[in-house]
């Protein structure tokens, strides 16, 4: 369903997907259908311990096994002084530098020790087998309430806490505190009428990408290194391999794959590294992948979290006050996403009165990583929770509280960010008036809402739009297409040109064929690739222009370009008939392309409403999804049948998220589910019919008016379905996954 539509003739349709033959084929080459001459296999030694210091690593019985080509240790690779911080983005290359290979002491169990090269396989696991590490096991922490302990093992001897005063003198395994305020909290609780507090708990949860983490890379001896991964930005595999291995950027060449599935789960570097050294030791090229367990061991999941909030409303529905404490897991090293706790989900509302801390807790598991939305999901929950209760105390409809509140383009959030033109009002609006909300409930059932917001973003994006000599056009763009960015990219070139869509191709290019591009994520790349796609066919159709003018011999300026084709301005320019862009690309004359590279601004944030109905069998404590309905400010829908695949998408993770994933430790510090047997993720039959509601209130920044899509849609789930949990049982739940134990545990605790 969309809201608002546009008259264009290609943004806004749903064309079809450039990329689809060649995926429903299997034509489509991903990280591990690279394969080079005379390429060998990589294997990676993982520890078995959650904290231990490496004493020695003995690789001769490894080395001197036949087929063995290289083995590598962390001593053949650089390790980046601590004192010097080398931020990329939301990550640091201190940390991706630890965490890659274990430098004296292994952190988690997964934690990479050593790594070979060999003929085969088979061979590489028997000299993994073979590699002596003597360990000395150290006390471990795995969970938070464990590690912010006053006696619990310190992790990092470097770690002071930052952003406390004084600074502490001592270590501790909180990384930092983020600390934001506003107004008088405690005048403001006692304007309350109405207060309401709880405490939290997420788990957790993986990313869930069906395809596991692969590369194949080729040390250049004689000239340029080539890397093919599946990934979500080459530029950044480029940048982090090169910098880890000491080599010059220039002299790599990333080649980006096909990347199944991602979700922020490949926005940093696992194994190219790794690769690299092996490569270069053994002059051959190297193939890593990983299997799926070893994704669990080995990569990043997003944090779980432990929070409390607290807030306080009037009789009518005003926000008076919020104070809130997130403690977010980092896993081994900092740099958890707990930053967008700390203001995301406030910033949907006025509030006058705040004190909100964020705190980075480090402990004995993997280094975590982005998962659509970092951070916002998890902090989101808590304070959409505690909104559904105070609604509830007061007698108010939960989404009215909502438009009491409801902040406005031009006020300020209590940290003072201003967002612009929103869709809030319309979101809510959107399900309020949608027939799901109609629907009589029965016996154990319950309706949930909850609202939720995403920054989105923007940054550095390059494009390049080439006319071929029959009039078709290449489009050629940098970021790896996750959510149908190709599709997209299409339309606006083909909008631009006044052509058919089917004559314009799109390709992601490798390092060396287009300018540096940020990281697929953060809802950026419509937006930000968009912008880049706008100008460069705009220097296209100055060209054509130019050489209508030439032709006819009159000035550019009298010359229009409409509909595919150059016309003359008015009658005053010249009786001349059209002439086609296949006519003017089959004139003799210089090649017709252009590129542009920009750092996009103007980015504004995305809203989103969802309403959920869920039943709860009393007996088992299973919940049912019955029907879900999601309403999202988009901006502008450029290929509208993506945009309701990315709410869609978003949904189903947020329910798997609040009802069955998390990643469950033993008592030595492993993952007990490292597979997709026992980590539990949403199937067809867990899902309901699932209504995406597609909201445009455009981007004035943006020549299409995009926002962006893919994270504010997983923001709201965890909120809205414990609320409708609330509402079928009587029960409110605190703590994520709401699995049927769980549930008949909350259960048996109200009933007592």
């Known amino acids: 369903m969309n809201i608002i539509s546009g008259d264009n003739k290609w943004i806004g349709q749903n064309t079809i997907r450039p990329d689809g033959v060649e995926k429903v084929t299997g034509m489509a080459r991903y990280g591990a259908d690279g394969d080079m001459p005379g390429m060998v296999w990589g294997k990676v030694l993982r520890s078995p311990h959650a904290h231990a210091r490496i004493k020695s690593i003995d690789t001769s019985k490894a080395e001197a096994l036949k087929g063995v080509l290289a083995v590598m240790t962390s001593d053949d690779l650089p390790l980046l002084p601590l004192d010097v911080p080398r931020p990329m983005g939301p990550q640091d290359l201190r940390w991706i530098c630890r965490n890659t290979i274990a430098h004296g002491t292994a952190l988690y169990v997964g934690h990479p020790v050593a790594a070979v090269a060999a003929t085969t396989q088979t061979v590489a696991d028997a000299a993994l087998a073979l590699i002596e590490v003597d360990y000395e096991v150290l006390p471990h ?70 395809e596991p983490h692969a590369c194949v890379v080729h ?73 799926r367990e070893e994704v669990f061991f080995g990569t990043g999941p997003t944090s779980g979290s432990v929070s409390h909030l607290k807030v306080g409303v009037t009789k009518d529905g005003k926000i008076t006050a919020v104070t809130g404490d997130y403690y977010y897991q980092a896993g081994a090293f900092p740099g958890s996403p707990v930053g967008r706790a700390v203001y995301f989900p406030f910033s949907s509302y006025k509030i006058e009165n705040a004190l909100v801390r964020g705190f980075d807790v480090v402990s004995n598991r993997q280094k975590v990583n982005a998962y659509r939305a970092p951070g916002a999901p998890a902090g989101n929950y808590p304070l959409e929770c505690l909104l559904d209760e105070a609604a509830e105390k007061i007698g108010m409809d939960p989404l009215q509280l909502r438009k009491v509140n409801m902040i406005g383009p031009d006020e300020a959030t209590f940290f003072g960010a201003k967002l612009g033109t929103h869709g809030m009002l ?127 011999k009159i000035p550019v300026e009298a010359v229009t370009w409409a509909d595919g084709e150059a016309r003359p301005a008015g009658a005053n320019a010249g009786e001349f008939d059209p002439l086609t862009l296949a006519d003017l690309a089959g004139m003799p004359g210089a090649p017709i392309a252009a590129s542009v590279s920009l750092n996009a ?152």
């Not at 008036?433 to 390059?462: F, M, T």
């Not at 419509?526 to 880049?532: E, I, K």
């Open 141 to 210: 922490v795995v969970e938070i309430e464990d590690a912010i302990k006053p006696d619990a093992p310190v992790l990092h001897d470097w770690i002071r806490t930052k952003g406390v005063e004084p600074a502490p003198k001592v270590a501790s395994n909180i990384a930092s505190v983020l600390t934001e305020k506003a107004g008088d909290v405690e005048a403001g609780f006692a304007a309350a009428d109405v207060i309401v507090e709880r405490s939290f708990k997420t788990a957790a949860v993986h990313q869930a990408y069906i």
């Open 219 to 291: 040390y250049g001896k004689e000239g340029q290194s080539t890397v093919w991964s599946s990934s979500q930005g080459q530029f950044m595999v480029r940048f982090v391999t090169a910098e880890m291995t000491g080599m010059p950027v220039g002299d790599i060449k990333a080649v980006p794959a096909e990347i199944g599935g991602g979700f922020g789960g490949k926005t940093v570097v696992y194994l190219e590294p790794l690769a690299m050294v092996l490569s270069k030791k053994c002059n051959r090229p190297v193939k890593m992948q990983m299997s």
């Open 426 to 552: 319309e979101c809510i609006e959107a399900i309020e008036n949608h027939p799901n909300a109609k629907i009589k409930l029965g016996p154990n059932q319950g309706r949930g809402v909850a609202v939720g917001y995403w920054g989105n973003a923007g940054g550095e994006s390059s494009a390049q739009l080439h006319i071929n000599e029959d009039g078709t056009a290449l489009v050629i763009t940098g970021h790896p297409d996750v959510g149908g960015s190709r599709a997209s990219m299409v339309n606006i070139a083909a909008e631009l040109l006044g052509v058919d869509y089917r004559k314009v191709r799109a390709q992601i290019g490798d390092t060396n064929a287009v300018g540096i591009s940020a990281v697929t994520g953060g809802s950026r790349v419509t937006f930000a690739s968009g912008m880049a796609v706008h100008e460069a066919t705009n220097k296209v159709i100055a060209m054509l222009r130019g050489r209508a003018a030439q032709k006819w």
């Open 601 to 752: 601004t103007g980015h504004q944030g995305a809203f989103a409403a969802h309403m959920v109905d869920v039943e709860v069998d009393p007996e088992t404590g299973h919940v049912e999804v019955l029907r879900y309905t999601a309403s999202q400010d988009v901006g502008r829908a450029i290929h509208p049948d993506y945009v309701e695949g990315q709410i869609q998408g978003g949904v189903v993770q947020g329910i798997g998220w609040a009802l069955n994933e998390e990643f469950i430790y033993a008592k030595n510090g492993a993952v007990d589910n490292a597979s997709f047997l026992d980590y539990r993720i949403p199937v067809a039959s867990d899902l309901p019919r699932i209504t995406p509601i597609i909201v445009e209130v455009p981007n004035e920044k943006h020549p299409y008016g995009v926002k962006g899509v893919g994270e504010v849609t997983i923001v709201p789930p965890l909120a809205a379905i414990t609320n409708a949990v609330y509402h079928a049982t009587g029960t409110r739940m605190t703590e994520l996954p709401m699995s049927p134990p769980k549930v008949l545990a909350a259960l048996s605790r109200s009933k007592a």
